[in-house]
């Protein structure tokens, strides 16, 4: 598969590694490619990007990946303090950005011939990786903690996956996962593995080429483990070498403030970003004390001239309702952290009134429940039992 490098020591590797020797996590390399807009292809959601992607779409569910609207919502803008723009990422398959890094690991464990994938989630990744492995046909492992609500075991369980409520820290599972995707050959898309950053870059190509051949100002996403932030920032960096662009906007990054290790780091001025207690708030689907890949977004918003903005609850409520009374949209309250940090920049002289700066709303969250009668039983493992009960499945 596609050789993998380090954004911050240039180290490569080949896959499946994740991780560089130096400790940063890798992305697929790739050289400055042949690319300007006229290459788009008439192809279905992300794929129309195709140039700038490494597998081809396994369709399915996989076409209507991507493709997501471009609004603007000028009745935003008193509000937001510049010209408002928003990235609707609810509008993916199954209502989350994650669908573009799902659709992508798909497509390439169906190249290596793998059987199935795997996941570690509790929320909207497990959702999108079940959805694509379904439609498909490959087998797919979701290992959630075991203090899951039972609302959203139903609705991941209706995709039909192997679904595991796991004993221990959540933190460890991730690089379980992994170390056991290794050892069994089941490809785990995980929050900010190459393959899914690889997806999720297509977020930006999109936005670009809305705008082309200008770009924003200033693009501003949630961030909790790093993996979209870095994807949207290779995409820059890609398009920027090819010369599809001339200037790459500045990339503003927003945490809820009950939970932010890589505001806190930004605002320091340090250079890694270090893990926090864990906090309470209401965006939670971005509350991610340690997220693995949250120095490499810290990277991201320091080349590019942009900032990581940690605001409230109250600010983030006021955005959700702001989205709703004057743009139409409900979306989910890690999205709404969006539009709550512009409006702060905008407050404190970083964004101006004239600037064209796009929020993306990563996703309209887990919604409805499927019939309780449909509900799944769903075992629980301890975490140094995993291995035996992912081999015996």
Request: aromatic share 6%.
């Amino acid at each position: 598969m596609t050789e993998r490098i380090c954004y911050a020591c240039g180290a490569t590797a080949a896959a499946p590694a994740t991780r560089c020797d130096c400790g940063e996590p890798l992305w697929l390399a790739s050289e400055p490619p042949d690319f300007d807009w006229n290459a788009v292809v008439d192809a279905p959601g992300m794929w129309r990007h195709a140039e700038l992607l490494p597998f081809d779409s396994p369709g399915g569910v996989a076409d209507a990946a991507g493709g997501t609207p471009l609004l603007r919502l000028p009745r935003l803008d008193e509000f937001a303090g510049a010209r408002f723009h928003l990235k609707n990422e609810g509008s993916n398959p199954t209502g989350s950005f994650k669908d573009r890094g799902s659709a992508l690991g798909v497509a390439a464990a169906l190249d290596a011939g793998a059987d199935g994938v795997g996941t570690v989630s509790h929320g909207n990744m497990a959702m999108s990786t079940a959805a694509n492995a379904a439609s498909a046909g490959l087998d797919c492992v979701v290992l959630v903690p075991d203090d899951i609500p039972e609302s959203r075991i139903e609705l991941i369980s209706q995709y039909g996956p192997t679904l595991l409520r796991v004993r221990g820290d959540y933190a460890e599972l991730y690089d379980r996962s992994l170390e056991l995707g290794d050892e069994l050959e089941i490809p785990f898309l995980n929050s900010d593995v190459p393959l899914r950053v690889e997806g999720q870059k297509t977020t930006a190509l999109e936005i670009c080429e809305s705008f082309a051949p200008d770009v924003p100002d200033a693009i501003v996403l949630p961030v909790s483990s790093g993996g979209h932030a870095s994807g949207v920032w290779k995409a820059l960096r890609e398009l920027q070498a090819a010369g599809a662009i001339e200037e790459v906007p500045r990339l503003y990054f927003a945490q809820a403030a009950a939970c932010a290790p890589i505001a806190e780091a930004f605002a320091a001025g340090d250079d890694v970003v270090s893990a926090v207690e864990d906090g309470e708030t209401i965006a939670y689907s971005i509350a991610n004390s340690d997220p693995p890949s949250g120095t490499r977004a810290l990277a991201a918003a320091r080349e590019t001239g942009g900032g990581v903005v940690a605001v409230d609850d109250d600010e983030i409520r006021a955005a959700r309702r702001a989205l709703a009374e004057f743009g139409g949209l409900s979306v989910e309250s890690a999205s709404a952290t969006s539009l709550a940090a512009i409006r702060r920049l905008a407050a404190d002289g970083e964004l101006g009134e004239g600037d064209d700066v796009v929020a993306v709303a990563t996703g309209r969250g887990i919604s409805e429940s499927p019939p309780a009668s449909e509900a799944a039983s769903v075992a629980r493992v301890d975490i140094d039992e995993l291995g035996e009960r992912l081999a015996s499945r």
